[in-house]
């Protein structure tokens, strides 16, 4: 009876997923809709794990150091020298965050306000300059002249009906939505607030919370999938924390290498430029593209010759951070090869947008190599050789060995006798 038993769970289970993979595809709209107030209503807990993950090392480091000083200092030992250590370190990880985040946007609004209403107000002019510019650049060759000012008139005409048919409506319509603006304002900053403090409770007790989904999930897998489950969990924290990590602090030396050099150049709309290129660097491969294409417009208009200057100066920069910097900082981090990289960009970039664009490379590295382990145990399973590099100009597989058989060259003399073999991967005779 044990083994009907067994059949008829099997049948019932299998069963019962078809239901649930048909109603997920029936009632997708709904089920998306689900999921997503699920996750409104749950924002400020995955806030507060995420600054709780960001802020952890920090935290870390600072409670070692004092747990280490109130013990040379004071001999504090046992439950009072990590309770006081844990509440000081505690208080100094958030105090130095927020110190940090006030003091850059202290430095950086007021300047990026300065260079946006400088470049809103002196646009007009900025554009006649462009246009006598053309003047005189074309006053040569007439025709050439003409058609180039019919364009940019035409241009102009366009920008100007834009602004008459769709975007003043637009703004008018837009004005109706403010109270929403800051309702979501509020919303926001009340999520924040309930996600710091429960970042502060993650923080607290993370190695409480660890221990218990460790014993979780040994319970419910078992010695041989939850060992598994934990060395990808190691792998997974290991690829997050230093890719992100690597990636924001190279992202903002590239923002202060502009910020020194931008000036110097004499280049306009500096801080409003550095700001772009920083941020938009924090994207793998597309990240310079992004920044340098609204920089260089934003120059241009100012001044043309500029612009050329600027274009030259980042091809440089990138170059430098892709070729010195960047692989300094973040080292071999994910494994992934160029093509891959690109991928994992386009994929998860156009299903989670910006926030897909920057996590895309470290997750899909960690598919990646899920997908890895899938194929190098069913090799050894089969009895096949598991380097990639043994499975070059394969021909067939041996089925008595299990060896890869190559492909063979015969070459011939001039008068078509064969004088010997050759492997067509460059490996020898075969």
């Known amino acids: 009876m044990k083994k009907y038993f067994g059949w008829g769970a099997t049948v019932v289970v299998v069963g019962a997923l078809t239901l649930l993979i048909f109603f997920c595809i029936y009632k997708f709209e709904e089920l998306a809709e689900g999921i997503s107030r699920l996750i409104s209503i749950l924002m400020p807990v995955i806030l507060g794990i995420g600054i709780a993950y960001v802020l952890s090392p920090a935290y870390n480091w600072l409670r070692g150091k004092l747990r280490r000083l109130l013990h040379r200092t004071f001999r504090w030992r046992g439950r009072r020298a ?48 462009v246009s006598q ?20 008139a035409q241009a102009v005409s366009y920008v100007e009906e834009w602004i008459q048919t769709s975007l003043a409506p637009s703004m008018q319509e837009a004005l109706s939505y403010v109270s929403v603006g800051v309702m979501s304002t509020v919303t926001f900053v009340k999520n924040l607030f309930i996600g710091i403090i429960v970042a502060i409770y993650l923080m607290a007790g993370k190695e409480k919370f660890l221990r218990q989904l460790t014993r979780c999930l040994y319970a419910v897998l078992g010695a041989h999938w939850g060992n598994i489950v934990m060395d990808y969990a190691r792998y997974a924290h290991q690829m997050f924390s230093g890719f992100i990590g690597g990636k924001l602090i190279d992202s903002f030396l590239i923002f202060l290498i502009c910020c020194v050099a931008l000036p110097i150049m004499n280049m306009p709309y500096a801080m409003l430029v550095s ?45 430098f951070d892709g070729n010195i910097l960047g692989p300094k900082i973040l080292g071999n981090s994910t494994g992934l090869s160029s093509f891959w990289v690109l991928f994992s960009i386009l994929l998860f970039g156009g299903l989670f947008g910006f926030v897909g664009m920057i996590v895309g490379v470290p997750l899909f590295a960690i598919l990646y190599r899920i997908l890895t382990d899938i194929i190098s145990r069913l090799l050894a399973r089969k009895h ?9 100009g394969v021909d067939h597989i041996d089925e008595q060995t299990g060896q890869p058989v190559r492909r063979v060259r015969v070459r011939t003399d001039g008068m078509g006798d064969t004088v010997g073999g050759e492997d067509d991967s460059g490996g020898g005779e075969e």
């Open 82 to 129: 990590l309770y006081c250590a844990d509440i000081l370190a505690m208080a100094g990880t958030f105090l130095g965050a927020g110190a940090l985040i006030v003091g850059l946007l202290a430095l950086l609004i007021p300047q990026i306000i300065t260079s946006v209403t400088s470049f809103a107000s002196s646009l007009p002019t900025n554009l006649m300059q």
């Open 384 to 392: 096949l050789p598991l380097a990639t590099a043994e499975y070059a």
């Open 275 to 319: 700001v772009i290129i920083g941020v938009t660097n924090i994207i793998p491969f597309f990240g310079p593209f992004i920044g340098a294409i609204p920089s260089f417009v934003i120059i241009l208009i100012d001044n043309p010759i500029k612009s050329l200057y600027f274009l030259i100066y980042v091809l440089v920069l990138q170059q």
């Open 133 to 152: 510019t053309l003047q005189s650049l074309l006053a040569s060759n007439p025709t050439l002249e003409q058609n180039a000012m019919s364009l940019y």
